[in-house]
């Protein structure tokens, strides 16, 4: 009787095992009612601890087979009760795309790897040979089909893995994160993938997805997830609109929609766009046409000013992982004044990583020199340089180890060598900051993911360190983190702190960066301020780089009086609001 | 920017088309081979083929090279303590107190190094060259169960990526000032406690997802299990696996019947 439905969840509760005997499970789903008819293309939002990937094993019926746990009320996928189906004999109708590359490319070769669930559901070899071709044709990988899955780059092994799925034939698709730590590149490569996917049609999707702009392209529907219920449903549109109920849900929307509603407020307009093209056509409509002249750049702003002493000094670096390969690095000089904040930004395997890992000794220069604080870091050890730099790296959750919160962030200040009562004091200021005094003896181990992450910051924060590098923080990061991250990094900007933020998000890069780098193939190929940076379209473009959509509007606008060096949503309501004449 | 740690090579090679059955046979000959024999010349000779047959398979000179490097400490280590600490018969050519260097000895630790070296490079010519999906499936057909040859197989997948995980930790806790404990051998182990609990606790975490990638890709699906290529003994194959046994047979007479290569000299 519902053979209209493809996915049916009623009265949805789960708890995963309690962490220790005696501990309350949780709720992890707490109450959700989800009906998906075919060919839809449901997407889901929500803050890190909202329960996204827990639904997504739910519906996939992988939980609670595999996962233990307790579940309440019922899902159904294409008629059958996942109860009664274990994972399984659900193979051939619901196919998962899993956040994580690693766990779920396996096999030698490209081909082996899409072939082994065809494999699994005991197909003819030549039927499976004729998916697999269609498979890696749909996708664009042909040309890596003897090659290993480990060595692709991140978008290549995120469209295998959708191809490994996609190939057994799915009536449901549950996608978790498909854009999760892609770089542009690997980014734009999905999204073609998934506009290929959509123009087929033939299946229904569910996505789980962070980036706003992904959602807006694709999902007929959106669902905001908080705790485990359904707080907000609608189209993606309607629910872009409301910018500050998702801000409190733990939710981005895209940039322009902000803009629009920034707008809309301040101007008391109804504007409603969400791509760049819809806002252009909305926002000249109140302007007039100037002439030629009012449509060019702004000549190029000046240098940046040199600060006093530098902090982080790398001259002609040269570095190679393997003699005979090509060089990661080829010849960069980088001067950076101390409290500066600097974004490094480029493609993945531009050189960005390899070129920070020098500044801490993680990595040795094989020609040049790079020195921090004015020590010659070929001098000092790595633990030396732990004193003068401090990292984030990607995932940081993955370093915490001890067996409470307080030891887990006095490691760092206790390696540096400090005084008992120093490293208390530093533990005790760094809790306090980061609002973890009450959790200071549980084991981290069995902490929300949100607070976990505060851990890893409290960590760094109690080593204080002159200098402070992030490697692509936002990878994994919904936006409550990223809002605390970026809100303490810049207390230790306002400190005279030096920040060099790695990143390949030019949006974050524009709004905190007072100057950006552009790493490409190894070597720096642009360096100033954001504004001028912006308007090197070429040389974005060879790096890869897409320019924000608050930018390329205020470009876009420039022949209707705008000058185009907004670099973000506030300081474009600003200058337009001035532009039409405030409340007009 | 990550270096890998794949064994196989995909080409397009007699050695890559032949049956990992049959290959796997002649290897095991080999190695039985390099076993028996302490003349050096034998085991050089063994050596030399198993390099031939890599460099016929279109393995690059770059992949042997890496894994002489690899195999250097080891081999130094061979030639050094082996003539030192067991000397063997015959005139000194130098005696520093207890220590005594001979002719013999010295051929003694050339000979053990030979086989070491000519062991693993027989194991590279099945490893190098072997799709492990193939391997795996060669096994399946010789009687092992699918789930151990999936295990085994997976097993070798991921010893590179938890590596890779414990490089990136260790990274990650030098950033935070972590160092080896120069102490004794218990503090040097102790040190590495934030290091192996969090790649244990990583590790743990992506086999629990690998699992579910598995499952929801069908392992265990209530069919028959298929295979996109089937292995198959060619004509080809057959000859590989009758020449080699030959050679072999060939090998144990002169060994054993005639008492040849029981010395390295």
Same mark, same amino acid.
């Given at each position: 009787?519902?053979?209209?439905?493809?996915?049916?969840?009623?009265?949805?509760?789960?708890?995963?095992?309690?962490?220790?005997?005696?501990?309350?499970?949780?709720?992890?789903?707490?109450?959700?009612?989800?009906?998906?008819?075919?060919?839809?293309?449901?997407?889901?939002?929500?803050?890190?601890?909202?329960?996204?990937?827990?639904?997504?094993?739910?519906?996939?019926?992988?939980?609670?087979?595999?996962?233990?746990?307790?579940?309440?009320?019922?899902?159904?996928?294409?008629?059958?009760?996942?109860?009664?189906?274990?994972?399984? @004999?659900? /193979? !051939?109708?619901?196919?998962? $795309?899993? %956040?994580?590359?690693? *766990?779920?490319?396996? #096999? +030698?070769?490209?081909?082996?790897?899409?072939?082994?669930?065809?494999?699994?559901?005991?197909?003819?070899?030549?039927?499976?040979?004729?998916?697999?071709?269609?498979?890696?044709?749909?996708?664009?990988?042909?040309?890596?089909?003897?090659?290993?899955?480990?060595?692709?780059?991140?978008?290549?092994?995120?469209?295998?893995?959708?191809?490994?799925?996609?190939?057994?034939?799915?009536?449901?698709?549950?996608?978790?994160?498909?854009?999760?730590?892609?770089?542009?590149?690997?980014?734009?490569?999905?999204?073609?993938?998934?506009?290929?996917?959509?123009?087929?049609?033939?299946?229904?999707?569910?996505?789980?997805?962070?980036?706003?702009?992904?959602?807006? @392209?694709? /999902? !007929?529907?959106?669902?905001? $997830?908080? %705790?485990?219920?359904? *707080?907000?449903?609608? #189209? +993606?549109?309607?629910?872009?609109?409301?910018?500050?109920?998702?801000?409190?849900?733990?939710?981005?929307?895209?940039?322009?929609?902000?803009?629009?509603?920034?707008?809309?407020?301040?101007?008391?307009?109804?504007?409603?766009?969400?791509?760049?093209?819809?806002?252009?056509?909305?926002?000249?409509?109140?302007?007039?046409?100037?002439?030629?002249?009012?449509?060019?750049?702004?000549?190029?702003?000046?240098?940046?000013?040199?600060?006093?002493?530098?902090?982080?000094?790398?001259?002609?670096?040269?570095?190679?992982?393997?003699?005979?390969?090509?060089?990661?690095?080829?010849?960069?000089?980088?001067?950076?004044?101390?409290?500066?904040?600097?974004?490094?930004?480029? /493609?993945?395997?531009?050189?960005?990583?390899?070129?920070?890992?020098?500044?801490?000794?993680?990595?040795?220069?094989?020609?040049?020199?790079?020195?921090?604080?004015?020590?010659?870091?070929?001098?000092?050890?790595?633990?030396?340089?732990?004193?003068?730099?401090?990292?984030?790296?990607?995932?940081?959750?993955?370093?915490?180890?001890?067996?409470?919160?307080?030891?887990?962030?006095?490691?760092?200040?206790?390696?540096?060598?400090?005084?008992?009562?120093?490293?208390?004091?530093?533990?005790?200021?760094?809790?306090?900051?980061?609002?973890?005094?009450?959790?200071?003896?549980?084991?981290?181990?069995?902490?929300?993911?949100?607070?976990?992450?505060?851990?890893?910051?409290?960590?760094?924060?109690?080593?204080?360190?002159?200098?402070?590098?992030?490697?692509?923080?936002?990878?994994?990061?919904?936006?409550?983190?990223?809002?605390?991250?970026?809100?303490?990094?810049?207390?230790?900007?306002?400190?005279?702190?030096?920040?060099?933020?790695?990143?390949?998000?030019?949006?974050?890069?524009?709004?905190?960066?007072?100057?950006?780098?552009?790493?490409?193939?190894?070597?720096?190929?642009?360096?100033?301020?954001?504004?001028?940076?912006?308007?090197?379209?070429?040389?974005?473009?060879?790096?890869?780089?897409?320019?924000?959509?608050?930018?390329?509007?205020?470009?876009?606008?420039?022949?209707?009086?705008?000058?185009?060096?907004?670099?973000?949503?506030?300081?474009?309501?600003?200058?337009?609001?001035?532009?039409?004449?405030?409340?007009? | 920017?990550?270096?890998?740690?794949?064994?196989?090579?995909?080409?397009?090679?007699?050695?890559?088309?032949?049956?990992?059955?049959?290959?796997?046979?002649?290897?095991?000959?080999?190695?039985?081979?390099?076993?028996?024999?302490?003349?050096?010349?034998?085991?050089?000779?063994?050596?030399?083929?198993?390099?031939?047959?890599?460099?016929?398979?279109?393995?690059?000179?770059?992949?042997?090279?890496?894994?002489?490097?690899?195999?250097?400490?080891?081999?130094?280590?061979?030639?050094?303590?082996?003539?030192?600490?067991?000397?063997?018969?015959?005139?000194?050519?130098?005696?520093?107190?207890?220590?005594?260097?001979?002719?013999?000895?010295?051929?003694?630790?050339?000979?053990?190094?030979?086989?070491?070296?000519?062991?693993?490079?027989?194991?590279?010519?099945?490893?190098?060259?072997?799709?492990?999906?193939?391997?795996?499936?060669?096994?399946?057909?010789?009687?092992?169960?699918?789930?151990?040859?999936?295990?085994?197989?997976?097993?070798?997948?991921?010893?590179?990526?938890?590596?890779?995980?414990?490089?990136?930790?260790?990274?990650?806790?030098?950033?935070?000032?972590?160092?080896?404990?120069?102490?004794?051998?218990?503090?040097?182990?102790?040190?590495?406690?934030?290091?192996?609990?969090?790649?244990?606790?990583?590790?743990?975490?992506?086999?629990?997802?690998?699992?579910?990638?598995?499952?929801?890709?069908?392992?265990?699906?209530?069919?028959?299990?298929?295979?996109?290529?089937?292995?198959?003994?060619?004509?080809?194959?057959?000859?590989?696996?009758?020449?080699?046994?030959?050679?072999?047979?060939?090998?144990?007479?002169?060994?054993?019947?005639?008492?040849?290569?029981?010395?390295?000299?």
């Amino acid at each position: 009787m519902e053979t209209q439905t493809s996915v049916l969840a009623e009265g949805l509760r789960f708890a995963y095992p309690p962490p220790a005997p005696g501990e309350v499970a949780a709720w992890v789903i707490d109450g959700l009612d989800l009906r998906l008819q075919p060919g839809g293309w449901l997407a889901i939002m929500g803050a890190s601890d909202a329960g996204k990937t827990t639904l997504c094993l739910l519906l996939a019926g992988l939980a609670p087979h595999l996962t233990d746990g307790t579940m309440e009320g019922h899902v159904v996928v294409t008629g059958r009760d996942t109860r009664q189906h274990p994972p399984p @004999a659900l /193979a !051939d109708t619901v196919g998962l $795309l899993f %956040q994580e590359a690693e *766990a779920q490319l396996f #096999s +030698p070769t490209v081909e082996a790897e899409v072939a082994w669930g065809l494999e699994n559901l005991g197909l003819p070899p030549a039927e499976m040979q004729q998916r697999i071709d269609d498979m890696l044709a749909l996708l664009r990988l042909e040309h890596l089909r003897h090659r290993t899955p480990t060595e692709l780059s991140g978008g290549e092994k995120k469209r295998l893995a959708l191809a490994s799925v996609l190939a057994m034939q799915p009536t449901v698709l549950i996608l978790d994160e498909p854009m999760g730590g892609l770089d542009p590149v690997g980014r734009q490569e999905v999204l073609d993938a998934l506009s290929r996917l959509r123009h087929e049609g033939s299946v229904t999707i569910l996505m789980t997805e962070s980036d706003p702009e992904a959602v807006a @392209a694709f /999902a !007929d529907r959106l669902v905001i $997830l908080d %705790q485990g219920r359904i *707080a907000l449903e609608a #189209s +993606p549109r309607d629910l872009f609109r409301q910018v500050e109920r998702l801000a409190a849900l733990g939710v981005s929307v895209p940039q322009l929609a902000q803009l629009a509603a920034v707008l809309n407020r301040r101007l008391g307009s109804a504007f409603d766009f969400i791509s760049v093209d819809e806002a252009q056509a909305n926002l000249q409509r109140p302007l007039t046409a100037k002439d030629a002249a009012g449509a060019e750049a702004p000549s190029s702003p000046p240098a940046p000013a040199a600060l006093a002493g530098s902090s982080v000094k790398v001259s002609d670096l040269w570095f190679w992982y393997e003699q005979e390969s090509t060089p990661a690095l080829r010849g960069v000089n980088l001067n950076v004044p101390t409290g500066q904040f600097v974004a490094l930004v480029g /493609a993945n395997g531009s050189g960005k990583t390899t070129l920070v890992k020098h500044l801490n000794g993680l990595l040795r220069p094989r020609r040049g020199g790079v020195s921090v604080g004015g020590q010659d870091t070929s001098q000092c050890s790595v633990g030396e340089l732990a004193r003068s730099v401090g990292f984030l790296f990607q995932h940081p959750e993955q370093q915490i180890f001890s067996a409470t919160v307080q030891k887990e962030v006095a490691f760092g200040p206790r390696n540096l060598g400090l005084s008992p009562e120093e490293v208390d004091a530093r533990v005790e200021s760094a809790l306090a900051r980061f609002d973890l005094s009450a959790v200071a003896e549980r084991p981290p181990a069995i902490l929300s993911y949100g607070l976990r992450r505060r851990i890893t910051l409290a960590s760094l924060a109690a080593m204080d360190p002159p200098v402070l590098v992030l490697d692509e923080p936002t990878v994994g990061l919904d936006a409550p983190g990223l809002r605390e991250t970026f809100q303490w990094l810049a207390e230790l900007h306002a400190r005279g702190r030096t920040i060099l933020l790695v990143t390949h998000d030019m949006a974050l890069a524009a709004e905190y960066a007072e100057r950006i780098v552009v790493v490409h193939e190894g070597q720096i190929l642009g360096d100033g301020l954001p504004a001028g940076l912006f308007e090197q379209h070429e040389l974005l473009a060879r790096a890869s780089l897409a320019l924000p959509p608050v930018i390329a509007l205020g470009q876009a606008l420039r022949p209707f009086g705008l000058l185009g060096d907004c670099l973000t949503v506030d300081a474009f309501c600003q200058e337009y609001a001035a532009l039409v004449g405030e409340g007009s | 920017m990550s270096q890998s740690f794949e064994l196989y090579l995909p080409r397009d090679s007699w050695l890559h088309r032949m049956d990992p059955r049959a290959k796997l046979w002649v290897v095991l000959l080999a190695a039985t081979v390099g076993l028996m024999y302490r003349h050096i010349f034998v085991l050089a000779g063994l050596l030399l083929l198993a390099h031939l047959a890599l460099l016929s398979a279109h393995i690059p000179a770059e992949r042997l090279r890496w894994l002489w490097a690899r195999l250097a400490p080891l081999l130094l280590m061979i030639l050094i303590l082996q003539p030192l600490f067991a000397p063997g018969p015959g005139p000194d050519l130098l005696a520093l107190g207890p220590l005594r260097l001979t002719v013999s000895g010295l051929l003694e630790g050339v000979s053990f190094a030979l086989r070491a070296a000519a062991l693993a490079f027989v194991a590279a010519v099945l490893m190098l060259t072997t799709d492990p999906t193939l391997l795996v499936q060669g096994l399946v057909r010789l009687g092992l169960p699918y789930p151990w040859g999936l295990t085994a197989g997976l097993a070798i997948r991921y010893l590179p990526t938890t590596f890779g995980l414990f490089a990136a930790i260790s990274e990650a806790q030098q950033a935070r000032g972590w160092i080896v404990d120069q102490g004794g051998f218990l503090h040097r182990v102790r040190s590495y406690v934030p290091i192996l609990v969090a790649t244990i606790i990583g590790a743990l975490r992506l086999s629990d997802n690998l699992g579910l990638a598995l499952a929801a890709r069908g392992l265990g699906y209530n069919a028959q299990r298929t295979t996109l290529h089937d292995v198959h003994l060619r004509p080809a194959d057959w000859l590989a696996v009758a020449l080699g046994s030959l050679a072999f047979i060939g090998m144990v007479v002169l060994r054993f019947g005639l008492g040849f290569g029981a010395v390295p000299w």
